[in-house]
């Protein structure tokens, strides 16, 4: 299976910390992106890495991209209530026409 | 903003029934998605559509067709639907820069 894993399943921290979510994937990729999904709502793009980039930022949040280790990572720093939601991966492949999602990382932050 | 407007947030369907999902897509995008999202199991593509009237299967095309007659709408069909189709379905649409734009969904419930 091509299918990305994220890493942890769930994490609750307090309103203020940082959240680190990781994702891994098996296959070569042309990039790799995070989606936000509130409860029971459609998947919102949050930011895209490219193959050849090793990390990029986007407000408060900053995602870094190991290709010879095939993971990312996405940091949400100074998390706030508004951010409970769940994260995933998606690697794209096939010039990037073709997207493989993981089960997503459940992110609670508790006021 | 690219707009992905899926027509029914909730239905709900007796087995057999035949069920139609639609997507309308505000931005001229060429390629158009439709994913099934289960827990644990991410997202998984059913169909995708290149251009109008062409189609191609994704990774769970069984028990489902579409249509797409125009380049702004995506039609998911369910023939005969079966009780192991409750799930959510998201439409979408992808942009230049290969970001996803996704509908809010359309969770389905097969009784």
Sequence with gaps: SQQGEEDPQALSIQEGENATMNCSYKTSINNLQWYRQNSGRGLVHLILIRSNEREKHSGRLRVTLDTSKKSSSLLITASRAADTASYFCATAFNYGQNFVFGPGTRLSVLP | ?111
Excluded at chain 2, 32 to 43: C, T, V
Excluded at chain 2, 89 to 97: G, M, R, W
């Design chain 2, 1 to 111: 903003d690219v707009k992905v407007t899926q027509s029914s947030r909730y239905l709900v369907k007796r087995t057999g029934e035949k069920v139609f999902l639609e997507c309308v897509q505000d931005m001229d995008h060429e390629n158009m998605f439709w994913y099934r999202q289960d827990p644990g199991l991410g997202l998984r593509l059913i169909y995708f559509s290149y251009d109008v009237k062409m189609k191609e299967k994704g990774d769970i095309p069984e028990g489902y067709s579409v249509s797409r007659e125009k380049k702004e709408r995506f039609s998911l069909i369910l023939e005969s639907a079966s009780t192991n189709q409750t799930s959510m379905y998201l439409c979408a649409t992808i942009s230049s820069p290969g970001e996803l734009f996704f509908g809010e969904g359309s969770r389905l419930t097969v009784l």
